[in-house]
C-alpha cells in the first residue's frame, strides 16, 4: 500500500517562499506519475505541477523536484501569493490507481 506523507506547509507573508515534501511509503517514482495539486476553501482541487508541465499561474514561482535515494518529492514556491493560499497535495497515479497525501496547508498573508 502506497502511503503519502506532506510536510513544510505553514503561514507565510506574500512575497516569501517555501518548501513542501511529500514523502513515500516506499519506492514509487519509477513507476507512478507523481504531481502536486492544491484545493483553496470553496474551489475544487486542481494541478499545480507534474514532471512534465506546470500550472500557468504558478510557471515561474514554483518547482518542481525529486530526490528518488529519499522517496521524497519536493515543490519549491517562491514570490508567494495570497492567492496560492490552499491545502496541498501529493499524488501518485498510474493506470487507474491514485493516492493522495493528506494535505499540508499552506497560508499567504500579511
Known amino acids: 500500500q502506497v502511503q503519502l506523507v506532506e510536510s513544510g506547509g505553514g503561514l507565510v507573508q506574500p512575497g516569501g517562499s517555501l518548501r513542501l515534501s511529500c514523502t513515500a511509503s516506499?519506492?514509487?517514482?519509477?513507476?507512478?506519475?507523481m504531481g502536486w495539486y492544491r484545493q483553496a476553501p470553496g474551489k475544487q482541487r486542481e494541478l499545480v505541477a507534474t514532471?512534465?508541465q506546470y500550472a500557468e499561474f504558478v510557471k515561474g514561482r514554483f518547482t518542481i523536484s525529486r530526490d528518488n535515494a529519499k522517496n521524497t518529492m519536493y515543490l519549491q514556491m517562491n514570490n508567494l501569493k495570497p492567492e496560492d493560499t490552499a491545502v496541498y497535495y501529493c499524488?501518485?497515479?498510474?493506470?487507474?490507481?491514485?493516492?493522495w497525501g493528506q494535505g499540508t496547508q499552506v497560508t499567504v498573508s500579511s
Open positions: 499524488n501518485a497515479a498510474r493506470q487507474l490507481t491514485t493516492h
Open positions: 516506499t519506492t514509487i517514482f519509477s513507476r507512478y506519475a
Open positions: 514532471f512534465h
